[in-house]
Each structure stands twice: as C-alpha cells, then as structure tokens.
C-alpha cells in the first residue's frame, strides 16, 4: 500500500507526524506494515498547484492501491482528493473551510501572506480554495475522521456537523480535551493503519 500523508499550513514535508508514519512503517515488527510506502510531498504551493501535484501522485502509484492521511490544512486536502479519486482517506482536525480560517486570521491588508520563501497564500488563492471545498459528505469514499475537543486553532464541530449528514459514509471519533497537534497521534497509527489497511483490501475484492 502507498500512504500519501498531507501536512498542514506553514508545515512541511518534516513534519513531526509524517515522520511517525514513515518511522513506524520502516521498523514495524509486522511484514504487511513494513510494505507500507509512506509518501511525504512538500505542500507549500498554491492550492491548484497541490491538487494537481498530488493528482498526478496518485495517478502514477495507482489509485487502487492508495489511501491518504491529511491533517489541518492537509485534512482539507486530503477529503478532496478522497472524493475525487474515491481513495480511503484518515483526517487529523482536519480544516473544514481554510478559506474562512485564514480570512479570520489575516486581513487583506496582510495578503498576500509570505508562507515559505517560494510561495505566498493571496486572496486569489483563498477563493481557490473555497471552489475546491466538496458541499455535503455524499461520497462512497472510506473516511475516518479524528477530532478532539481541545483544538485550540479550528471549531472541532464544524468537521463533526459535516460528517454527521445522513448522507455520509464517514466514520468519526471525537475526543474530549487534546489539541490542534494530536499530541497522542503516535498511539493512533496502528488503528489508522487498519483502517486505511483493511479500505485498500475491501476495494481489491470488489474488483476481483
């Protein structure tokens, strides 16, 4: 299986969780595990330029065999991407509507907003963004969204309203207390790993 994990804003391709994933696939004690090839793509680009860099990523490992975690910013692109390409997707506090986010957090005056020395967030790019955003959950995508409580950047029940619609197919778990940064997130990959694991297996079957 291939695991492409999407970072957040003004993260990278180091970041800490994306190199947790990396680490436990690499020294699991498990086979199946070890076969895991987690992808760590840099996303400081224009929200276009992201979708179709990791479009392009996934066409080229193949869609059947791919599944996605994303957190904050990265969660958001993460469930754009599940529904597009009907991958199996985990999303950490994931950012339900950035566009609105990063409007409260910078004026126009502040904008465009310097991010990295390559690449600057403008108001262009917040409407991008809001474009992409998918309206309701009605996807046949396998989502398991984890939020908790205590996330001191975004409005936990945003993402929990969302995928509570009837319509969705979304699994959610919501925590009291933690953070904006899932302190506990290394307790979490074996359970993400089944998840995405037995998603990537129930599609081969059907296929079959």
Not at 95 to 105: E, I, K, Q, V
């Amino acid at each position: 299986m291939n695991l492409i994990y999407l970072h957040g804003f003004q993260s990278s391709n180091l970041s800490i969780k994306g190199q947790m994933l990396q680490r436990y696939c690499l020294e699991s004690a498990e086979p199946k595990r070890r076969g895991i090839q987690v992808h760590l793509p840099d996303l400081n680009q224009p929200p276009l330029a992201v979708m179709q860099r990791m479009t392009a990523l996934i066409d080229r490992l193949g869609a059947e065999n791919t599944a996605l975690v994303g957190s904050s910013l990265g969660g958001f692109y993460a469930l754009q991407l599940a529904v597009k390409h009907d991958l199996p997707a985990v999303l950490i506090n994931p950012a339900m509507r950035p566009w609105a986010l990063f409007s409260t957090l910078f004026s126009a005056q502040q904008l465009p907003y310097s991010v990295t020395a390559q690449w600057s967030l403008d108001e262009g790019q917040l409407k991008d963004l809001e474009n992409l955003g998918v309206a309701a959950a009605c996807s046949s995508a396998a989502v398991l969204a984890l939020l908790q409580q205590g996330d001191e950047v975004l409005d936990y029940a945003e993402a929990l309203t969302f995928f509570s619609q009837p319509e969705s197919n979304a699994v959610t778990i919501c925590e009291t207390g933690g953070n904006h940064g899932m302190d506990d997130f290394s307790a979490k990959i074996p359970m993400i790993l089944q998840f995405l694991s037995d998603q990537v297996v129930a599609v081969k079957k059907q296929k079959m």
